[in-house]
T-cell receptor, first 115, second 116 residues
């Protein structure tokens, strides 16, 4: 079975600082995909970034980057130059194996940006 | 990113009535859509996988007769909560998978259901 662990239930970060949200995963599959989603208080789930297990370079999308350490089974999200609008719940998720479409979510981290 | 529309965003109904929630992929075709339920301050729980033109696949513990799923076209899946009861009150959110290669799921804005 696959498992996603997010050990930080909540984080407070000063505006404009960088923030790292932790995510570790457990799977026996060689091929898998890792995702980060943002859920603001409105409830929608916003896709942020994707990392494939065979991708050699860390994924980046604007201010978001994924620090992928395969040997440690770690997929931390780094947000640079945080903004007030970054305050939200952040979920790490995983699809194990090729063709398996079911997302497994972590418990989430609530990020609060302080002005 | 791809756009998924979910309607309604909020519904309040009486116990015993049925509620239909629509999930549409607006700018891409989705052979597979997913329905999730989210309890307050909790993560998303997958309820079922909806496949266009075939029966949905339900997760263990999800009553298929209570939560009817129809995926009649490549852009529309519906979830009907039949004979709703207060314990069905929750946040329901759908997603659609855009491409096979990246397996990215794009989510709708969710529906908050309150059963009185």
């Amino acid at each position: 079975a696959q498992k996603i662990t997010q050990t930080q239930p909540g984080m407070f970060v000063q505006e404009k600082e960088a923030v790292t949200l932790d995510c570790t995963y457990d799977t026996s599959d060689q091929s898998y995909g890792l995702f980060w989603y943002k859920q603001p208080s409105s409830g929608e789930m916003i896709f942020l970034i994707y990392q494939g297990s065979y991708d050699e370079q860390n994924a980046t999308e604007g201010r978001y980057s994924l620090n992928f350490q395969k040997a440690r089974k770690s997929a931390n999200l780094v947000i640079s130059a945080s903004q007030l609008g970054d305050s939200a719940m952040y979920f790490c998720a995983m699809i194990p194996g090729f063709g398996n479409e079911k997302l497994t979510f972590g418990t989430g981290t609530r990020l609060t940006i302080i002005p | 990113g791809a756009v998924v529309s979910q309607h309604p965003s909020r519904v309040i109904c009486k116990s015993g009535t049925s509620v239909k929630i629509e999930c549409r992929s607006l700018d891409f075709q989705a052979t597979t859509m997913f329905w999730y339920r989210q309890f307050p301050k909790k993560s998303l729980m997958l309820m079922a996988t909806s496949n266009e033109g075939s029966k949905a696949t339900y997760e263990q513990g999800v009553e298929k007769d209570k939560f009817l799923i129809n995926h009649a076209s490549l852009t529309l899946s519906t979830l009907t909560v039949t004979s709703a009861h207060p314990e069905d009150s929750s946040f329901y959110i759908c997603s659609a998978r855009q491409t096979i290669s990246r397996n990215i799921q794009y989510f709708g804005a969710g529906t908050r259901l309150s059963v009185l």
